[in-house]
T-cell receptor
Framework: QKEVEQDPGPLSVPEGAIVSLNCTYS??????FMWYRQYSRKGPELLMY????GNKEDGRFTAQVDKSSKYISLFIRDSQPSDSATYLC?????????????FGRGTSLIVHP | KAGVTQTPRYLIKTRGQQVTLSCSPI?????VSWYQQTPGQGLQFLFE???????NKGNFPGRFSGRQFSNSRSEMNVSTLELGDSALYLC?????????????FGAGTRLSVL
């Protein structure tokens, strides 16, 4: 079993839908939780970053962390075709002087007009 | 502020050759990490450099090596290339690696091994 599990999709939704993306993890040492978006032929870009359990909102994006269940989610409201990308969850624990993230394999999202 | 720059963007090599990839971090960032991304395995951590020293290492064979220069620029080398080394190699930089280590990625170098 991988430390971080993420359904690869693809997830196809109509424009304007609410999208829910999820990851589960097994390592209790993870302290920081992140969501990255990766467009085709580009590097990942950071979307959301949280430390504790709870919700964090940024525009149309809401990140949710439930440490007791080892489960994190990213919600996208009013999804747009420009949101079509691969979404990677990542979580990090302290190692050798740094926090090294472990990534999920990514969920491919397609928002069709 | 300029982002993370990786060169070259694309490379084609044959089995047995070696390759060197380059990464220029965001100005002021001292930590540089390297990742391998493949459809089957996703993003896998190779190693992290900080102040010219390798601080963390992933689970890759010794054919994969790297270094960091005094200006924080980093290079990654893969010797004796194998077909399975075909992947997107990503470099990420961060300030120092602490406080959750918010990393900023370059566009990557796509390596094809024939």
């Amino acid at each position: 079993q991988k430390e971080v599990e993420q359904d690869p999709g693809p997830l196809s939704v109509p424009e304007g839908a609410i999208v829910s993306l999820n990851c589960t993890y097994s390592n209790s040492a993870f302290q920081y939780f992140m969501w990255y978006r990766q467009y085709s032929r580009k590097g990942p870009e950071l979307l959301m970053y949280t430390y504790s359990s709870g919700n964090k909102e940024d525009g149309r994006f809401t990140a949710q962390v439930d440490k007791s269940s080892k489960y994190i989610s990213l919600f996208i409201r009013d999804s747009q075709p420009s949101d079509s990308a691969t979404y990677l969850c990542a979580m990090s624990s302290y190692s050798g002087g740094s926090y090294i993230p472990t990534f999920g394999r990514g969920t491919s999202l397609i928002v069709h007009p | 502020k300029a982002g993370v720059t990786q060169t070259p963007r694309y490379l084609i090599k044959t089995r047995g050759q070696q390759v060197t990839l380059s990464c220029s971090p965001i100005s002021g960032h001292r930590s540089v990490s390297w990742y391998q991304q493949t459809p089957g395995q996703g993003l896998q951590f190779l190693f992290e450099y900080f102040s010219e020293t390798q601080r963390n290492k992933g689970n890759f064979p010794g054919r994969f090596s790297g270094r960091q220069f005094s200006n924080s620029r980093s290079e990654m080398n893969v010797s004796t290339l194998e077909l399975g080394d075909s992947a997107l190699y990503l470099c990420a930089s961060s300030l120092e690696g602490g406080q959750g280590n918010i990393q900023y990625f370059g566009a990557g170098t796509r390596l094809s091994v024939l």
